[in-house]
């Protein structure tokens, strides 16, 4: 059974969380603030951490920055007020996986960590299979039935990406952030190129299809 540690200083809504994930088949571990999430962590080892941002003693930026220095891997879902662009931008530069904004539905919190759970099986096997496709993360190499097919990196990260989330839209914004940088000087248009790219060098795999999702961005649809 999954263990999922959540984070947030608020008792009685740490206590619905909780109670939620536990409906949900996982087992829940909460903690109040960052030092005694950090307490928790050297107790047992947790499959995905759900936490807060504004936080006595240590809040969640803090936090979670912390944990990525020991943990690459784990993933990690804010649960948060704040829903500025700039709060949203920190937590994805630290490493955060997903952001969700209070209030929130608690049935989506259970598809989000059920998601990100599956990508994180995912990212330690670093192997995506579908079909005839193989991607290996470890050797940057895609098979599609049985014959090489030639990327670059950032190709090869951009349709990991994408593969890893079948049907969840990724903005441009997005990808350029994680693959360029928040300070890259280069266009996000440059993320079409390589969409164009990868359209043609598996315009014969009947696996999958990169959807433009008009004015947003791009998600795979698996066939």
């Given at each position: ?5 959540v984070v947030?200083?608020?008792v009685?809504f ?12 996982y087992?829940a ?5 960052g030092?005694?999430?950090f307490?928790?962590?050297g ?9 807060d ?9 803090a936090?979670?920055k912390a ?7 784990i993933p990690?879902?804010?649960?948060t007020a704040?829903?500025?662009i ?7 530069r ?8 209070k ?8 598809m ?7 990508r ?10 579908m079909?005839?496709l193989?991607l ?14 030639p990327?670059t ?19 441009r914004?997005q ?29 014969g795999?009947?696996d ?5 999702i ?10």
């Amino acid at each position: 059974m999954f263990q999922i540690l959540v984070v947030e200083d608020d008792v009685q809504f740490n206590r619905n969380i909780c109670s939620c994930l536990e409906r949900g088949g996982y087992r829940a571990v909460g903690c109040h603030d960052g030092m005694e999430a950090f307490d928790r962590l050297g107790e047992k080892v947790f499959d995905l951490i759900i936490s807060d941002i504004m936080m006595p003693n240590l809040d969640g930026f803090a936090f979670a920055k912390a944990v990525r220095e020991q943990d690459e891997l784990i993933p990690i879902l804010f649960l948060t007020a704040r829903g500025d662009i700039s709060a949203k931008s920190e937590g994805f530069r630290i490493g955060v996986d997903d952001y969700m904004v209070k209030p929130v539905d608690m049935e989506e919190l259970l598809m989000r960590v059920g998601a990100l759970l599956r990508r994180a099986n995912i990212a330690r096997s670093k192997k995506l299979t579908m079909g005839t496709l193989t991607l290996n993360a470890e050797e940057m190499s895609a098979v599609l039935d049985g014959e090489d097919v030639p990327l670059t990196v950032r190709e090869f990260q951009i349709l990991y990406k994408l593969l890893s989330y079948p049907k969840k839209i990724f903005t441009r914004a997005q990808l350029m952030d994680e693959f360029w940088g928040l300070d890259s000087e280069v266009s996000s248009r440059s993320v079409d190129v390589f969409i164009t790219h990868l359209r043609a060098k598996f315009e014969g795999c009947d696996d999958f299809e990169i959807v433009t999702i008009r004015g947003l961005g791009y998600k795979a649809v698996l066939k």
